[in-house]
């Protein structure tokens, strides 16, 4: 047994076990040192172990089981614990503290002295009977405990006594309960304290969503999947997710979510916003203040309410501050010259906070007065006064009125209008303004006369009746049928005091005015007068008509002998001369005299001309001072050596991100050349969606390339990690981008020969940008002129037939590339047509075989990749055509709801849709069907677009002066094609 000194060691050594809080990942089944009264555990023998029960200084029991029969061999001592609930446990855990006597520090032991003993445990459903009989052998054996640190007769002496601890894994456990069982075979040991524990991991707060508590499972390898539940007042993001692992953790958490509108994060919490703030939309952000003019009295507001006498307008923010109407336009003032009146102000000295300020002009014509002179009768003006640009609307400060009657008086009231105008009870701001048209100068042509007539023409003259005050600019002509006269009506100029009016119909009666516009305006019109046309005489139209074949025919013939014998003369000449003018002329024509076509773009100036590639260098790019840049990291490589990202560091400026090609060492001065020739094209550029050069260094090693750094690389690989993120509108926005940039490229000249996905960059903004320059060619003024590779590789899935068999590139062909890369994008960066070969994709191509329309694209997308993919250049759209009809569409989103997989009869290939394409003109489409010679026709009665003449009829097609049977039946055919093209794109939602 122990002796007493043991005992007061033993008790000074559990005041460390007492104070031990334990963890909070563990709960606790049983805990000998927390039981306040016996515990009645069973000995077997009876006299085997020794329960010993103090009380400490807190008055606490200590329970303690010592067991110290050494002397005697052969020893088998059980102690057995009660029955222990398992509850959710599926595996248990024992925690002892015990202390263990040396053997060697006991005089005359025998050899039967133990430093071990063993743990055992029981299963079963419920307790045992009180007198049932104890069989060891029911026991399962959990492990032979050893002592890490025995104590000796000396550590007895200086009342020190080392405590081990010791863990062991009981289970995995079944059954309701269980007891464990301790047995000494000839130790002298003492049984502090007994922890029966089972880990779990405990409830917690998760990223806005709250887990339960969890036990791990039996299998100690695997984790528990637990699905999170949103606090109040919060919503999913993603779905919340935690693993519960074998040791009680919480482990990769998954998911979110986010506060509902009107409330913000707090503490793991989603509490309601304060009164004075609010917030519009569900996130992890906090409240914002109400925007000025607005407030908020309850908490968690969604929106702040407009004070009094302030509105929002409906397509407003709720995060916009509160406005109100303008004041009315000041200082309006009148002027009247021969033919036109003008009206100008000054705007509203308060606009009401916004900026979406506009002008309506309301006019009224008043008429009479009573004997003292004052205007007693008003009435709306006349319905054909003219407002240029517009009455309602305006966005200047001035109108000019036309045909207006002259000896009137008019009143204008000029109304400045916002966003917020109409809301609530406000007065309308108004300026007002009376004026009297006596000063408006007479009509200057006299009489109108005819001077012959036709079936389908009139000649007409006439003269001035004064002199005019100021000089004429030229006569406007309107007439219309005398039966039609309140319907439409056509018009056209003249230079000259006489005209003929073609394209009129045979045996009618034509309503005629003639007005002069001076440099002042227009005069007013002259009386109406009236004339007729001939009967048709189908014998002298065919005569008429081979007259004008055989003149044009002996005309031509005549043209081309002389244009030959200048030809066979000059060439010689012209030959020398262009050989001499290749590089050195062209290049000063071009650039430096500052030539500008008709767009407003300067024309594109091929580095190649230049003798020195050095002197195009200097003159597009810009040196830069390679002290100003700081290299982070390697992004890449590229075919002359290694791509990193920076940062440009000019003195006076803001630091901007850069990317920076390298020109690796060893080059041969070749390589230099074509190494900086991208940067001299890229130099010549400046347009939003083309890659910006920041400049070059060539002055020492090594040789850089600086450009805007696009922090999501190509577009092909970005789209492909973020397969189904973006909505349609936004996939239009970045084709749109690129467009853009390919709209630029073209109006200088210039074509691109490898545009493809891979060679578009996306910055953090989504903003797409034409890249890659290296296989670009420059193109002639000449709209029908391609370059001819000369070798080297070709991009096959991206490159126009016409430039894969012939080698020739253009901007058509450059247009086919778009329509692949509109595919690439719809797709999310798929690789087209897929795993075919080379030599598949250009068979399949020209047997008329087109990409079909991704997944999820809509079918007016598809439409417009089949235009790129025509197989005659002339039936492609032009880039300025394509950029017109994404603005189209991103103007109507409702025309991207129907998708191609949704339409049955979408077609497939170029060829079964409609010849005539979305995007040509009026010209255009004439000129397809060989009936150029009735474009001033449809121009002059007013036919200007293809949806305008798709509602014409025979007879239309006749009164604007088509007279011959055959060209009639051609143009209604054409027409009814083009009617069946817009119906099919109306029916997709889409208004042309």
Known sequence: MLSAGTYCALFHALSSVLSDPGTTNRVVLLDTTAVLGELDWKTYPVNGWDAITEMDEQNRPIHTFQVCHVMEPNQNNWLQSGWIPRQAAQRVYVELRFTLRDCNSIPWVSGTCKETFN???????????????FHPTDYAKVDTIAADESFTQTDLGDRVLRLNTEIREVGPVTLNGFYLGFQDVGACIAL??????????????????????????????????????????????????????????WLVPLGHCICSLGHEENDGYCQGCRPGFFKAFAGNTK??????????????????????GYYRAVEDPSTTACTRPPSAPRNLVSLIND?????????????????????????????????????????????????????????????????????ANYTFHVEAVNGVSGLGVVPRSLANISVNTHQGGPSLVGAVRKDWASQNSIALSWEQVEQSPSDIVDYEIKYYEKEQQHLSYSSMRTKKPSVVVTGLRPSTVYMFHVRARTTAGYTAYSPSFQFATGPQDPDMADQGQVLVVVTASVGGFSLLVILTLFLLITGRCQGYIKARMKSEEKRRTRFHSGHVPFSGIKTYVDPDTYEDP????????????PSCICIERVIGAGEFGEVCSGRLRIPGK??????????????????????????????????????RLEGVVTKSRPVMIVVEYMENGALDSFLRTRDGQFTVIQLVGMLRGIAVGMTHLSDMGYVHRDLAARNILVDENLVCKVSDFGMSRVL????????????????????????????????????????????????????????????????????????????????????????????????????????????KLILNPSSLLTLANDVQSCPDSPEEMSDYPL?????????????????NNFLAAGYTTLDSISTMSLDDIRRIGVCLIGHQRRIISSIQSLRLQFHHIQQSGFQV
């Open 919 to 935: 995007f040509i003109s009026i010209g255009d489409w004439l000129d397809s069907i060989k009936m150029s010679q009735y474009k």
């Open 654 to 691: 803001t630091d901007i991100s850069v990317a920076i090609k390298t020109l690796k060492g060893g080059y041969i001065e070749q390589q230099r050349k074509d190494f900086l020739r991208e940067a001299s094209i890229m130099g010549q550029f400046n347009n939003p969606n083309i890659i």
């Open 192 to 249: 502090v304290s007994v922890k029966v524990f089972y880990k779990r991991c405990p409830s917690t707060l998760r990223n806005l969503a709250a887990f339960p508590d969890t036990v791990p499972h039996m299998d100690s390898s695997s984790l528990v999947e637990v699905r999170g539940t949103c606090v109040d007042n919060a919503e999913e993001r993603d779905t919340p997710k935690l693993y519960c692992g074998a040791d009680g953790d």
């Open 119 to 133: 743990l055992f445990y029981l299963q079963t459903n419920e307790p045992l009977p009180a007198g049932a009989r």
């Open 287 to 308: 409240c914002s203040k109400c925007p000025p003019y607005s407030s908020s009295h309850d908490q968690a507001a969604t929106m702040c309410h407009c004070d009094k």
């Open 614 to 625: 050095t002197q195009a260098v200097q003159e597009f790019t810009k040196e830069i001072d």
């Open 780 to 887: 002639e003024a000449d709209t029908e002129a391609a370059y001819a590779t000369t070798g080297g590789k070709i991009p096959i899935r991206w490159t126009a037939p016409e430039a894969i068999t012939y080698g020739k590139f253009s901007s058509a062909s450059d247009v086919w590339s778009y329509g692949i890369v509109m595919w690439e994008v719809m797709s999310y960066g798929e690789r087209p047509y897929w795993e075919m070969s080379n030599q598949d994709v250009i068979l399949s191509i020209e047997e008329g075989y087109r990409l079909p329309a991704p997944m999820g694209c809509p079918v007016i997308l598809h439409q417009l990749m089949l235009h790129c993919w025509q197989k005659e250049t002339s039936q492609r759209p032009c880039f300025n055509n394509v950029l017109s009809f994404l603005d």
């Open 339 to 407: 033919t036109a009146l003008f009206l100008q102000w000054m705007p509203p000295s308060d606009t009401g906070g916004r900026k979406d300020i506009t002008y309506n002009i309301l006019c009224q014509r008043c008429d009479g007065s009573d004997i003292d002179n004052v205007v007693v009768q008003c009435e709306p003006c006349e319905p054909d006064l003219r407002f240029i640009p517009r009455p309602l609307g305006l966005t200047g400060t001035s109108v000019a009125i036309l045909d207006f009657a002259v000896h």
